[in-house]
């Protein structure tokens, strides 16, 4: 059975850090691009940021970029975000997500419905 876990959220002021993880299991994602999406209370989940099979290729939406860092251990089986200088906007659930018929740089654009295999999710809090 697929799994992917989340894990690394939780409460934190404006300007701070954390690292989110995501640790898979049941089936090799290693040879697959994955992917970082945030739903926040209302609105649709979105695309964060995605990185290639090797970590040699990333992918960020604008929002983020400069603040946050996608990486990927593959003999860990685990994804990473670093987030630094949060903003209480980055308040959402994130999740990591993989797809194996998707490429890094397609996850920014194909509808959330479309990937296969999604965690459960880790709700990240900035406070102002």
């Known amino acids: 059975q697929v799994r992917l876990v989340e894990s690394g959220g939780g409460l934190v002021q404006a300007g701070g850090s954390l690292r989110l993880s995501c640790a898979t299991s049941?089936?090799?994602?290693?040879?697959?691009?994955m992917a970082w999406f945030r739903q926040a209370p209302g609105k649709d989940r979105e695309f964060v940021a995605s990185?290639?099979?090797?970590?040699?290729?990333?992918h960020y939406t604008n929002s983020v970029k400069g603040r946050f860092t996608i990486s990927r251990d593959n003999a860990k089986n685990s994804l990473y975000l670093q987030m630094n200088t949060l903003k209480p906007e980055d308040t959402a659930v994130y999740y990591c997500?993989?797809?194996?018929?998707?490429?890094?740089?397609?996850?920014?654009?194909?509808?959330?419905?479309?990937?296969?295999?999604w965690g459960q999710g880790t709700q990240v809090t900035v406070s102002s």
């Open positions: 997500a993989v797809d194996p018929r998707v490429a890094a740089e397609e996850y920014a654009h194909i509808g959330v419905s479309s990937v296969d295999y």
């Open positions: 049941g089936r090799p994602f290693n040879s697959f691009a």
């Open positions: 990185i290639n099979w090797s970590g040699g290729s990333t």
